[in-house]
């Protein structure tokens, strides 16, 4: 039986990859790499180019919008493509960065690959979240903490839901709502210790931003952004 | 200035450490390695020890219980012999299983380094969870999802308004409370769509249970154990 692997890449740095995603990409007979523009710029390529060889290397364009059903048609349509090559080929790897389990394009894919009886194996990477963390020097989750990670949701209200219940709160997919959270870091400073946010964590142009000095802030993108709150409470939850 | 990196090292498998992580732990001139019983056993040792020389690795019993004062006392201990090496090395590699974020002893260690003013960086991991869901194949947040980090809690009740709340629970540090999340994922089927635990995730004697076939479990054992749920409901925190 074929297989493809579900590789994930880490989150940018391509030294952030590890030992098993290389062997794997390294013995698998075909690379799928999505690209998440039409202009053809992949992270995920960027990350291999030095490890592989580039004719096992076939670049996809996975739209990511909010229309549920083009989403769909389109990715009937990669699908058929994909089981194609998987078909054609004895191992096949489809790469994502950070980990495949983390808010993945891969899994739209997953979810229909399933109906055709292909073997998948996961291959663990860095979720960017991680690699944040540790650019921060902000531990996620101390001895009787906990964390959440979210979007960035549309209102405070739900955030402040959030902030009351956990010690940390991860968000990602900031984008243009990057405003609501600064207004909501300013307006509950009594309840937050920590607030950072990192765009393009490990990449070329990481810019570490702290949520707190609102008067200060130039954010230049917003674009693979994830801030980390740690809160002042303990949790209500959690009965402290 | 001298300077000691805060090393991640994966769940467990040594072919999941990053090639940073080996470059760093190659030049290093000390490595310290924390073991978690006086046995003498250390996984973190297992991961490193074919990628780097023997004589560069310092061993030390990094106490683990809830006694806050013998913790602290310890640990004053740990600290001034740490800083010892760090004074007497150019650079020297504190290692941890998994990422030094994510419930790390590390993080006692750096709290205290803090007052040293020693240069600390971060090198990510990748944490035993997202092993796990990678195991598992289930993807912990899909868009639109959230997911929530926890240890294992002392009763349904704090489990229950976590299940409200969120669509992935994963669920750490279970040890002794296995049977509390048994008799909560029996008594709350309507709201759970899958539950798993893996038990000693990508290292020799990893045990994947189905948590909802609960006539059938057999749990060997439940250190170094991480469930992870996912919920039906879609968390009214969310306003769905």
């Known amino acids: 039986m074929n297989k493809l692997y579900a590789v994930g ?10 030992l098993k995603a ?11 790499v999505p690209e998440s523009n039409l202009k053809g710029r992949s992270l995920a390529n960027d990350i291999i180019i030095d490890y592989v060889d580039k004719y096992k290397i076939e670049t996809f364009y996975f739209p990511m919008n909010n229309n549920r059903m083009q989403l769909d048609e389109k990715y009937s349509n990669l699908v058929e493509k994909i089981v194609n090559i998987i078909n054609n080929n ?3 790897a489809y790469v994502t960065i950070g980990d495949s ?9 997953w979810l229909r ?3 055709y009886n292909i073997e998948v194996e996961f291959i663990p990477g860095i979720p960017s979240f991680i690699a944040v963390s ?22 405070q209200e739900i955030l402040l839901k959030y902030i009351r219940l ?12 990057i405003q609501i959270l600064l207004d909501f870091i300013e307006d509950n400073k ?27 802030i130039i954010c230049k993108q917003t674009y693979l952004s994830t801030a980390v709150i740690k809160t002042r409470n303990y949790g209500e939850i959690r009965g402290y």
């Open 166 to 177: 956990f010690n940390t709160i991860v968000i990602m997919k900031i984008y243009k709502r």
């Open 9 to 18: 890449l880490g989150p940018g740095d391509p030294e952030l990859i590890t």
């Open 134 to 155: 540790n650019l921060l020097h902000i531990p996620l989750t101390l001895k009787n903490e906990n964390l959440c990670l979210i979007e960035m949701p549309e209102n």
């Open 90 to 92: 004895k191992t096949v």
């Open 190 to 216: 009594n309840l937050i210790e920590e607030a950072f946010m990192v765009e393009r964590a490990t990449l070329k142009g990481q810019n570490i931003v702290n949520l707190r000095q609102f008067d200060k």
């Open 101 to 109: 389990t983390i808010y993945s394009t891969f899994n739209y894919l």
């Open 113 to 115: 690959l399933r109906k």
């Open 22 to 32: 290389i062997k794997i990409l390294k013995n698998v007979d075909k690379i799928i």
